[in-house]
């Protein structure tokens, strides 16, 4: 299946990830590198523009299937939140932070450190799949 992005969400995304720079740029470009190979047809966009944030939040969806992912770089980490994260098999212990609701799971990253890609790959599939059985009310 073909990405469909709109081209301009994409350009927004290449835009928050250049300004933010150095290693946490680097970081977010990477794992935006992982999701983009898990899954082809990915769907890139950028939501919830505030003051506190003009760019937006990078987001990662499936076409008419709801959001998989957001990304984000703070002051000392970058944070990727799956929404229904709790639902999902974590084999590789990729989610190190959320432990404490019934639904949000995150990554958070620090400067140096890095994500298993398999493992990260994995789980993103595993967010698409867990989205398709929703929908499909199971």
């Known amino acids: 299946m073909a990405d469909t992005s709109d081209p301009a969400d994409v350009a927004a995304m290449d835009d928050y990830v250049a300004a933010i720079g150095g290693w946490r740029g680097e970081t977010l470009a990477h794992i935006r590198a992982l ?3 898990a ?6 966009t950028m939501k919830w523009k505030k ?5 937006g939040v990078p987001v990662w ?3 008419g299937g709801g959001i998989l992912c957001t990304g984000g770089a703070l002051k000392d980490k970058v944070k990727i939140t799956f929404g229904r994260g709790a639902k999902l098999d974590d084999p590789g212990h990729v989610f190190n932070n959320g432990f ?8 958070d990253l620090k400067e140096g450190e ?3 890609a398999a493992a990260f790959k994995a ?3 595993a967010a698409a799949a867990d989205q398709a059985a929703q929908r499909a009310g199971k």
């Open 100 to 107: 404490a609701g019934n639904s949000f799971r995150a990554i």
């Open 114 to 116: 890095s994500v298993d």
């Open 51 to 55: 003051p506190s944030q003009p760019g």
């Open 35 to 37: 999701i983009r190979a």
């Open 123 to 125: 789980l993103v599939r």
């Open 39 to 44: 899954l082809p047809d990915v769907v890139e």
């Open 61 to 63: 969806e499936r076409a």
